[in-house]
């Protein structure tokens, strides 16, 4: 059986064909237009591309993008591709395909993807984390996305930074309208303008920048385990290859568990930024 998968970026969309042992027999990429009706072609082409190359026509879709469908109503919230938010994005995708779609939202394609076969394989609930130029998180279950009731499992990057210090107050306001979001603080672009420099150069300059970036960090993984105790927490986007992460964040994040041990592994994303595209192929089950 061969999968199909797409991700829908803020700055590229991908498209993919897996087979049945999960391994790319297509792949194709093209810039995300800002425009919500060519964003729609966009992908229609970019499938047929994938088919093209796959020798398979793709019966049902798998789609990952930002935010989510609203259980009343179907119509786009909470996206920071923000063409997509009040609109039946889903819906509109599957008339233009002629084919049934689901959509899930691009964190949760992540933390699908490495329950499945990467960095969290064999555990039952995966914590995943996209640091990228926004900032989200997603939940697997048993080898399955949690989307949850009200369809916002995982929206960890618009929860407040936790335990704020004196001069993180008062909180900057978010993109969303809320204030002191996690977005603004772990964020590929949050850490840069922390830092003064891009977050590349920054992360390998090391100092305080990063040591502010790795106790904020710390503290927002705190507050999940506090919720949710994962098996494994796993690192995805821009920022999850920043090496020091793996090595100091075990020891960020343990003051501010409520409890007297933490032996969560903090891991990189397997897949890299494959994740995305890889998890969408698999939300349709075996």
Same mark, same amino acid.
């Given at each position: 059986?061969?999968?199909?998968? $797409?991700?829908? #970026? ?22 995300? %237009? ?20 796959? #020798? ?24 920071? *591709? ?8 889903? !819906? ?47 939940? !697997? ?20 930074? %936790? ?23 772990? *964020?590929? %672009? ?8 891009? =977050?590349? !150069? ?6 305080? %920048? ?16 506090? $919720? ?23 020891? &960020?994040? =343990? ?13 990189? &994303? ?9 998890? &969408? ?6």
């Amino acid at each position: 059986m061969i999968r199909f998968g $797409v991700d829908f #970026g803020g700055t590229k969309i991908e498209a993919a064909a897996l087979d049945a042992d999960g391994r790319f027999v297509a792949r194709v990429r093209a810039p995300t %237009p800002k425009a919500y009706d060519e964003g729609l072609e966009a992908v229609a082409e970019l499938l047929a591309e994938a088919e093209r190359q796959a #020798g398979a026509r793709a019966e049902r879709v798998g789609v990952g993008g930002p935010g989510s469908p609203s259980p009343a109503g179907g119509l786009m919230r909470n996206a920071n *591709s923000t063409q997509l938010n009040g609109r039946p994005f889903p !819906a509109d995708l599957a008339r233009m395909l002629g084919r049934p779609v689901r959509y899930e939202n691009d964190a949760n394609c992540l933390a699908l993807s490495e329950a499945t076969d990467g960095a969290g394989a064999g555990a039952e609930l995966v914590f995943a984390v996209i640091l990228g130029t926004g900032c989200g998180g997603g939940i !697997a279950i048993g080898g399955r996305p949690r989307t949850g009731r009200n369809a916002v499992a995982g929206e960890w990057g618009h929860t407040p930074l %936790p335990w704020p210090r004196p001069d993180e107050l008062p909180a900057p306001e978010c993109w969303c309208g809320r204030r002191g979001c996690l977005e603004l603080w772990v *964020s590929g %672009p949050a850490f840069a303008r922390d830092a003064g420099r891009p =977050a590349e !150069a920054a992360a390998a300059a090391g100092g305080p %920048p990063l040591d502010r970036y790795i106790d904020r960090l710390g503290r927002g993984l705190a507050a999940v385990v506090d $919720v949710l105790d994962p098996d494994v927490i796993v690192l995805g986007g821009g920022m999850s290859n920043v090496e020091a992460l793996y090595d100091r964040l075990p020891a &960020a994040i =343990a003051p501010h568990v409520f409890s007297d041990v933490f032996a969560t592994p903090v891991r990189r &994303a397997a897949h890299g930024d494959s994740s995305g595209v890889r998890g &969408a192929a698999w939300l349709w089950p075996r």
